[in-house]
């Protein structure tokens, strides 16, 4: 017994993460399956690892930006403009893709009522309003509060200042960094853990079956996911590259894509992300920055989300949509979905904003939430491990375009 205990402790150090979680989804779901009661008590373990997450995503994302912007060199200038591109495009054709999937595959939902009151943007004017004082929020209040826009103002702000400050002054600032990164590392290694309590959880209170509703919207949502993660992000590696994209693809989802699909979070994931990237060899100042900023930014599958379930919403009350429109609601879910929460169910409060654009009632725009947060389980976890993967994704593809262009100049 007493060489059990060490060994599995340098087990859970040292092991593989990937692994380790999926072998915790197994045992999840034979113990919901086998002790449905005690999986349910199991579901603290679940909570437990997801508020952990929670606690440090905020701390790190403040620390990392601003620390990066301070030792910032121009030489990664290029390269961080053609992640930020790279971002927004690939943001805006997951809206394009989930744009034509409707089309072929048009879905309706059945609309249900809400028990819960949710508060939802009424217009463009009131999510300006919001951003505006999301970005000026006082930084105790956004780090406490999981408000990453009003973080990354603040650490952009501080990082800038920093630039000007003394060498001892930005050497502490780096120390900083890496004593959060060891504890958000630490936080990291309980993942098989809490997926094991998440997932004994879900299966023990719903049962298999209750996993599988709304099978052919699930399949609609997850099948654009799918189509980008292979064909649409590919290509624009591709495009930047000129080499085979699909080596970093497979990595990216098999190390970032897995863990964010139970964490459920694209901040959260951010220290798998830093790691991957640190295996991948990029350059550590370009990632540092890139990274976090794409955790609130690049949300290809917020796009997918907002499009495929407001359209559906649409075609359920017989509203014919256009071309036009539906192009005009590309554009809408793209910059809806850069502002969207880098947390479980960020996205789906930012759906009746985009059926505005089809005059359908909020109350009706509330109850398609509604829906989106049945299907919560398996769509929030698709689409948070598109966004996170995709992070590492195009910080790879730029960094490797802007080593062959200074190469190229030698």
Request: with cysteine.
């Amino acid at each position: 017994m007493k060489r059990t205990i060490p060994f599995l402790i340098t087990l859970i150090k040292q092991g593989s993460l990937v692994k380790q979680i999926i072998a915790g989804l197994v045992l999840g779901i034979l113990v919901a399956l086998a002790f449905p009661g005690f999986a349910q008590g199991c579901g603290v373990l679940g909570s437990f690892f997801v508020s952990a997450l929670k606690a440090v995503a905020p701390v790190l994302v403040f620390v990392l930006v601003a620390a990066s912007i301070a030792n910032q060199e121009s030489t990664t200038n290029t390269a961080m403009k053609d992640v930020i591109v790279l971002y927004l495009v690939g943001t805006f054709l997951a809206a394009l893709v989930a744009v034509f999937a409707s089309f072929l595959f048009p879905t309706q939902i059945a609309l249900i009522d809400t028990k819960d009151a949710l508060s939802a943007p009424g217009g463009i004017g009131e999510v300006v309003k919001n951003l505006i004082f999301n970005i000026v929020d006082n930084p105790v209040k956004a780090i406490a509060n999981a408000n990453y826009i009003g973080i990354l103002a603040w650490s952009i702000s501080l990082g800038v200042a920093l630039r000007y400050a003394s060498d001892e002054t930005k050497r502490i600032v780096t120390d900083l960094t890496a004593s959060v990164e060891y504890v958000v590392r630490f936080v990291i290694r309980l993942a098989p853990i809490g997926v094991f309590g998440l997932v004994a959880e879900v299966v023990a209170t719903t049962g298999l079956a209750g996993m599988m509703s709304y099978v052919r919207l699930l399949a609609v949502l997850i099948g654009c996911m799918i189509f980008i993660a292979l064909i649409v992000n590919p290509l624009l590696v591709f495009l930047y590259t000129h080499k085979n994209p699909y080596p970093l693809v497979w990595a990216c989802l098999r190390e970032s894509g897995v863990t964010a699909f139970f964490t459920r979070s694209s901040a959260a994931n951010i220290p798998v992300n830093m790691n991957l990237c640190r295996k991948l060899g990029l350059d550590e100042k370009l990632y540092s920055l890139s990274i976090p900023i794409g955790a609130t930014i690049n949300m290809g599958g917020a796009s997918v989300t907002i499009t495929v379930l407001t359209l559906s919403a649409a075609y359920t009350l017989g509203v014919q949509v256009d071309v036009l429109t539906a192009l005009l609601l590309s554009v809408v879910a793209a910059v809806c979905a850069c502002g969207a929460s880098g947390v479980p169910g960020g996205s789906l409060l930012l759906i009746p904003l985009a059926c505005g654009l089809f005059g359908i009632d909020q109350n009706v725009a509330m109850q398609v939430v509604a829906v989106g947060f049945v299907i919560g389980v398996l769509q929030d976890s698709a689409e948070t491990a598109l966004n996170s993967s995709t992070d590492v994704v195009f910080t790879a593809a730029a960094f490797e375009h802007h080593r062959r262009k200074s190469q190229s100049h030698v």
